[in-house]
């Protein structure tokens, strides 16, 4: 009797200790791995019976909401993947603390957004949140925790107003805008290549408008004429056939701009080849349009469709190629913008934790250490961060589709600007003083823009891809 009873107790404590070190699973997204393989260096200690003060006082908590479910699920999981890199680059290790890595999905839903955000903050008490995919999404958890003294590093969500309009000391964007890349596009496709009329075909949400913001003040500024725009909330179809037949191939459109991302883009674009419309007309995406991964589901006939975006798949530089071959060799596949962008933010989260030697206490010190991390070494690209704004000062490229020897798509840079802000060549005073991008602004003639939203100090220097 006593051995079974000796029996017994070792089964019940070799399961509690089994279910104590799986614990963390528990926050984890259902696609995505699951967090304590992440997190294992720094949660799988026995817990005797120190105080929970003690106990904490190696870690730092790092929070990170993304879509890991929804429309933009290819996203948010190439974010997860290039910030696991990062930390496990690092061995979870920063500033002499362990690193815990808390996954929350907000299935790309704004109020979840905000849930999951006060979950990190009030029960997991985290140092720093990051991630976001969606425009809306970071503008709400930006807007939460405002008044939460963490520092936060969006990762994918480009809503330019995270960091000009509505900004505050905490947030610290080391990527992008929407605006960003395409008033580049836009002033790039009227310059250099003489077009003047535009069809645009977007998703009706605040990330798209930005994007169709920076494209339209781009492309009148440099001698389009007209950026007509037809608007669909994201995900409200998966038949875009009555749009696409809408097109009006009589009007003199140089092109079609595709202005989303995600299951929209690959359906728009799939129906767009099916129906015959690229032998009709060209069609040219946003950032997201063409970007991995949903790029390999596309169809081959888009080869040299032009996107704009701060990576370009085959970039030869000492830094991308090791980051892409890192990545491949850890996930099996190539990177993405996505994954580079999580990648990137979390090795200045891990850098401005090493600069404080660890005491993340003082969160404005923090946020200062994360100004002064040297991203000049970014597998994208030399980064620098604009110490007013805390947003990101980088290459653009222009791309085009093509196709590798193995068959697959990628995005072939042909044409860089470096040094481009999240105002473009704009100064930031007269950049704010005009009104917020929306379905309605900017206005669809050029005609009708603002004057001083014509004529820019600055110009582009367009350079070759690799030089």
């Not at 790309?108 to 905000?114: G, M, R, T």
């Not at 009007?251 to 929209?264: F, I």
């Not at 970014?378 to 068959?407: C, Q, W």
């Amino acid at each position: 009797m006593t051995k079974k009873l000796y029996l017994i107790v070792a089964i019940v404590l070799v399961s509690s200790m089994l279910m104590s070190a799986c614990g963390v699973p528990a926050v984890a997204p259902a696609p995505a791995e699951p967090v304590a393989e992440q997190a294992a260096p720094a949660v799988a200690e026995p817990a005797p019976a120190e105080p929970a003060a003690v106990a904490e006082a190696g870690k730092i908590k790092i929070g990170m909401i993304s879509a890991f479910t929804g429309l933009f699920s290819g996203f948010g999981e190439m974010q997860k993947q290039g910030a696991v890199l990062a930390l496990e680059e690092a061995n979870y290790m920063a500033g002499g603390k362990q690193i815990v890595l808390i996954m929350e999905d907000d299935q790309l839903d704004n109020e979840q957004a905000i849930t999951k955000s006060k979950k990190l903050v009030e029960q997991d008490k985290i140092d720093i949140l990051t991630g976001m995919v969606s425009g809306d999404e970071g503008l709400a958890v930006a807007d939460y925790m405002k008044d939460k003294n963490i520092p936060v590093i969006p990762m994918y969500s480009a809503s330019e107003d995270i960091t000009m309009r509505e900004f505050h000391p905490m947030i610290v964007r080391t990527t992008w805008t929407g605006a960003q890349s395409m008033d580049v596009f836009g002033y790039w496709l009227a310059k250099e290549k003489g077009w003047k009329k535009i069809y645009q075909i977007g998703e009706d949400y605040s990330f798209p408008w930005n994007q169709s913001g920076g494209f339209m003040r781009g492309f009148c500024r440099g001698g389009g004429e007209e950026v007509f725009s037809v608007w669909s909330p994201p995900g409200s179809t998966s038949d875009f056939s009555s749009m696409i037949a809408s097109i009006p191939l009589d009007e003199g459109y140089d092109a079609v701009l595709y202005n989303g991302g995600g299951g929209d883009a690959v359906n728009f674009v799939k129906q767009f080849v099916e129906l015959g419309y690229d032998k009709k007309i060209t069609l040219i995406g946003q950032s997201n349009t063409f970007e991995k991964p949903d790029l390999d589901a596309l169809p081959v006939d888009i080869i040299g469709s032009y996107s704009p975006h701060h990576t370009a798949d085959d970039l030869n530089t000492p830094e991308w190629n090791a980051f892409k071959e890192a990545f491949n060799k850890r996930w099996g596949r190539n990177p993405s913008a996505a994954s580079e962008f999580a990648y990137s933010s979390m090795r200045v989260i891990l850098r401005a934790i090493d600069a404080v030697n660890g005491d993340v206490s003082d969160k404005a010190a923090l946020v200062d250490a994360m100004l002064k991390v040297d991203m000049t070494d970014d597998p994208r690209g030399p980064v620098s961060l604009d110490p007013t704004f805390h947003s990101a000062i980088e290459n653009v490229y222009i791309r085009e589709v093509a196709k590798a020897e193995d068959g697959t798509l990628y995005n072939k840079g042909i044409w860089t600007v470096k040094n481009v802000s999240q105002f473009g060549p704009y100064d930031p005073e007269t950049y704010l003083k005009q009104p917020i991008d929306g379905n309605t602004y900017p206005p669809q003639k050029c005609s009708d823009f603002p004057p001083v939203m014509l004529d820019a100090e600055n110009v582009y220097e367009f350079v070759e891809f690799g030089k």
